[in-house]
């Protein structure tokens, strides 16, 4: 990718049967990372929002619109420097921002609700925490039925007996987003202090601990959660009842 004139350009050798439409460098503040979704506004605007890996800054929109011309409309800063906006998604005009920390036990961490009705200006109207001990917060979130999102996060009580494994499964009830409140949970048996279950086995070469990167459930089966489970593989849980959630199906591919 080279910049010629303000232009950027690629050769056929990095692009292949696809056409650059148009850039924006974010005021510089370029990373991004799987935290990204549009909006479409009450009068008729497309606005892309993406989230910030790492501070200062927290949120950007652009205006994507006009696809040729975008337009940098806003761009948050985080609250502290140790923070990092994992993930984001978006429901009707409502937002939840993850933020995870660099170190455990550090302010700031959790669920932010934001009001983007006003997309020039979004607004924080709630906030989970979840600041702890053996925490860092969340990394990755799930939420497109405007009830529940499903977190990979940690908590405030939370004790894993390795701190490899300080991120797992949570459901948040959002229906009232100025007050999120945790509807359930599920960690790996053998992962947390006070399991009757035996500490898991550790991967050999390339631990990553057996904590969650995501989770998806989708609209058409409700009761099902499908969780990426690092070291732990695949998950299917049964979610119909959040306060008692069980793991149905498990294939594991690490170590491989």
């Known amino acids: 990718m080279t910049n010629k ?7 056929t ?19 991004i990372g799987e935290g990204v979704a549009i909006h ?4 008729g605007r497309r606005i892309f929002y993406m989230a910030h890996v790492a501070a200062p800054k927290d949120i950007t929109s652009v205006d994507v619109t006009d696809i040729n011309n975008p337009k940098l409309i806003a761009q948050t800063d985080l609250e502290y420097p140790h923070l990092r906006s994992n993930s984001l998604s978006i429901v009707g005009d409502t937002m939840l921002v993850a ?36 925490s860092k917060g969340c990394h990755c979130l799930w939420w497109v039925d405007g009830e529940y999102a499903h977190l990979s996060s940690g ?3 939370s004790r894993p007996t390795n701190s490899k494994d300080d991120q797992f499964y949570v459901i948040l ?30 991967h050999p070469q390339f631990d990553a601990g057996h904590s969650l990167h995501n989770a ?27 306060s008692n959630i069980s793991m149905l199906a498990n294939v594991n591919y690490a170590p491989p």
Request: with cysteine; net charge negative; aromatic share 8%.
């Open 216 to 242: 998806n459930v989708y609209p058409d089966r409700p009761d099902r959660a499908y969780c990426a489970w690092k070291d732990s593989g695949v998950v299917t849980l049964d979610i119909s009842d959040k």
């Open 40 to 43: 479409k506004t009450r009068d």
């Open 13 to 31: 050798q990095e692009i292949k049967n696809m056409k650059l439409i148009s850039h924006h460098d974010l005021n510089g503040y370029g990373n």
């Open 155 to 157: 908590t405030p009580d």
């Open 99 to 134: 933020y995870q920390s660099t170190d455990h036990n550090q302010p700031g961490t959790g669920v932010g609700v934001y009001d983007i009705s006003n997309a020039e200006e979004p607004r924080r109207i709630g906030f989970w925490n979840a600041q702890g001990p053996q």
């Open 5 to 11: 004139g303000g232009v950027m350009t690629s050769s």
């Open 173 to 202: 009830d959002v229906k009232n987003p100025s007050n999120p409140v945790e509807a359930g949970r599920w960690h790996f048996p053998g992962t947390q202090e006070g399991d009757s279950a035996p500490p898991l086995a550790r």
